[in-house]
């Protein structure tokens, strides 16, 4: 046992010596900060309070000279107050306040009023410019505690390779010293040593969730439930200290040991009820804290612990025979605790922060993806109306919003609002399938842009082009099977999505005038020439050019795949192939002809650019390939109707242009 007591005692040696290293380290940088010691000050006050009493002795015997204007004014002086004392007497009354400092009270045996200027309080923690102090005070701080961290670590390793102490003794110790330490940083924090005191209340907590660990699984002292009931009482002693100490560091600590619990007193085994369930109950207590102290480094480490326990139970445990009902259960119960907070702030008008925005977005996402991992492929009813249930949660999260004001960002509705269509649009391919699922996506993409130009409502219309998009790629990914010229399934679903874009097209082009005309929009169409100076129509007009050139894409592409089909059909021949070029370029030549004209009949320079640049494209195509690849009769044909409907374009942009002059 000699050699036990003689590292006992050189521990405590090493530990007290460092410790003071440290704390003499500080207090002569507090010293750097002080004017003077304590004595030294006490002697100097005295000197001070010596002086003033003769000084106003003195000009007691003098009498003021009366004041000069205005005559009828006169001061009265404040009444003098000033301690009982024995020695010396009490003197007359004083000059006005105007020509005296206003005397203080003093406390001190035998003083007489006096002004005493105040000492500089020293501050409370050293400054992060100050090089010095911020090495001294904090790095070393860090440093330090994980030395004696270290220390410990290697002297019990040392203890218990040469099995100087038995199992329950080593546990005592671990326990007695994460004890120590605790009213050790109270102790410090009292001498307002915050961030050395912070430091040793982690220190403490380690050292008791480690002894804990041990004697419940490394030596197996006492039982799990035992075990685990600790360690829940030393996370609720911590928080506890973060909440009268007000430290956000401190509650960090307490909810990291909080979330380090069930792995510590993990049994290998199922306890999906336990696991969970203390899980939620830290969660709402991370948010409760959070909430109340306003502190944003609690709910991302619970959240982040939260969800990283479930993946991890889910990959080892989860069987959706036995525990899908449960399970589901739980995640939805996660899922509105995570919410609750970011919700909360939009509601009372609180600005969401960066992080509120993330939470927001992630809990949502890892909630969708945890109902597609428990019930998709053969629960799709159930996981349909989940996602049509998010929706309907988010969008009244968004219609209970108060409307923001012109100095209040946008962000919470747009949020919620964004959530909800992401919610329901996945919900269409959950149920439908193959080409129902474009038809699905551009109809809800088209009532959300109408939606949005009807009632001016701008954070509905990127949705809505962003489900057109995805609608659009989709056909184009995954076409359905072609037919009869005209009347088959892809050419219909062409139309339908050809059909939402036009209504698009026609809400931007017609919006709600009622609405326009109560914001001084103007009621022009906005593809009508470029004298709109408002930024809204700006805007509408944009949409508008890329929506008109969506439709003509769109339309172009599924008549030349019918025509490419239709002259291609049969048996696979030269005589197909130069027919199916042909009919290509003359549909073409067509449809830019049929523009030309709707583009002058409208006055829309758009629809006329546009058919430019298309029989640009014509005549480039007949003249590298037609004309070498075609037969003769295909080669004349072509180069007739190409050559007809060029000229039939200059005829018209020079009467064009002869009438702007006449009429200029």
């Known amino acids: 046992m000699a050699p036990l007591f003689f590292i006992l005692i050189l521990l405590f040696l090493v530990g007290t010596i460092l410790s003071f290293a440290a704390f003499s380290a500080i207090r002569r940088m507090e010293s750097a900060i002080k004017p003077f010691p304590l004595n030294e000050l006490t002697f100097r006050v005295y000197q001070l309070e010596q002086k003033l009493a003769a000084l106003q002795k003195s000009l007691a015997s003098v009498t003021p000279p009366p004041p000069v204007s205005p005559p009828t004014v006169h001061v009265v002086p404040e009444p003098h107050v000033a301690a009982e004392l024995p020695e010396p007497p009490r003197p007359p009354q ?25 000492p500089l309080k020293p501050s409370r923690e050293p400054s992060a ?21 270290f220390a410990v670590s290697y002297f019990l390793k040392l203890a218990f390779d040469n099995n100087w102490i038995g199992p329950a003794g080593r546990v005592a110790i671990g326990i007695l010293l994460g004890l120590l330490m605790l009213p050790w940083s109270d102790w ?46 030393v996370t609720a002693i911590m928080a506890f200290l973060a909440l009268r100490r007000n430290s956000e560091r401190i509650a960090f600590l307490s909810l990291l040991g909080g979330l380090l619990t069930p792995a510590l007193m993990s049994s290998g085994k199922n306890e999906q009820v336990v696991l969970f369930s203390y899980l939620l109950l830290l969660g709402a207590a991370a948010l409760f804290v959070s909430w ?50 970011p919700a909360a702030r939009a509601l009372l008008r609180r600005p969401l922060r960066a992080f509120d925005v993330l939470l927001v977005l992630a809990n949502a996402f890892v909630y969708i993806a945890i109902l597609y991992a428990l019930l998709w492929p053969t629960d799709r009813w159930p996981l349909t109306l989940l996602f049509l249930a998010l929706a309907i949660a988010h969008e009244a999260i968004a219609l209970l919003l108060p409307e923001p004001n012109a100095e209040e960002a946008t962000t919470p509705r747009f949020l919620y609002t964004g959530l909800a269509v992401t919610c329901f649009t996945l919900a269409i391919p959950v149920k439908l399938e193959h080409n129902a699922i474009t038809l699905a996506l551009a109809v809800e993409g088209a009532a959300l842009v109408w939606t949005g130009f009807r009632f001016l409502a701008s954070l509905l219309r990127p949705f809505g082009y962003f489900l057109l998009l995805l609608a659009a790629l989709h056909l184009l ?36 005038l009622s609405a326009r005309a109560k914001r001084g929009i103007p009621l022009r169409s906005p593809l009508q020439g470029n004298h709109d100076s408002v930024l809204q129509s700006e805007t509408y007009r944009t949409e508008a050019a890329f929506l008109t050139i969506a439709i003509n894409f769109f339309a172009l592409l599924a008549l030349s795949q019918e025509f490419w089909d239709f002259f291609g059909a049969g048996p696979h021949n030269a005589s197909n192939s130069l027919a199916q070029h042909l009919s290509i370029s003359i549909l073409w030549t067509v449809y830019a002809a049929l523009l030309l004209v709707l583009g002058a009949q409208r006055q829309w320079p758009l629809l006329r650019w546009q058919a430019l640049i298309l029989l640009g494209i014509v005549v480039v195509k007949v003249f590298l390939y037609d004309l070498s690849f075609l037969d003769r009769a295909y080669r ?18 020079q009467r064009k242009l002869a009438r702007d002059r006449t009429n200029s």
């Open 636 to 653: 004349i044909l072509s180069f007739f109707i190409l050559g007809s409907a060029l000229l039939a374009v200059s005829f018209f942009y």
């Open 477 to 512: 990914s995954q076409p359905p099977a072609a037919g009869t010229f005209l009347f088959n399934e892809r050419f219909g679903t062409y139309l339908v999505l050809i059909a939402s874009l036009a209504v698009c097209l026609w809400s931007a082009l017609t919006p709600n």
């Open 129 to 149: 410019a100050d090089l010095e102090s911020l090495i001294g005070g904090r790095w070393f701080n860090r440093i330090g505690i994980i030395a004696l961290l």
């Open 94 to 118: 004083p000059p006005p306040a105007a020509a005296l400092p206003k005397p203080i009270p003093s406390t001190t045996p035998q003083s007489v009023p006096h002004t005493v200027p105040t």
């Open 292 to 341: 109340r102290k306003d502190w944003q480094t609690l709910l991302p480490l619970a959240f982040g612990g939260t969800y990283l326990y479930f993946w991890q139970w889910y990959d080892q445990f989860y069987n959706r025979f036995g525990f899908l009902d449960s399970t589901l259960f739980f995640a939805t119960l996660i899922f509105f605790l995570f919410e609750v907070v």
């Open 188 to 233: 410090l924090l009292s001498r307002d040593y915050t961030y050395f005191s912070e430091g040793i209340a982690g220190l403490g907590e380690a050292t008791l969730f480690v002894s804990v660990w041990a004697g419940c699984q490394y030596y197996t002292l006492f039982s799990r439930q035992i075990g685990f009931i600790a360690l829940v009482l």
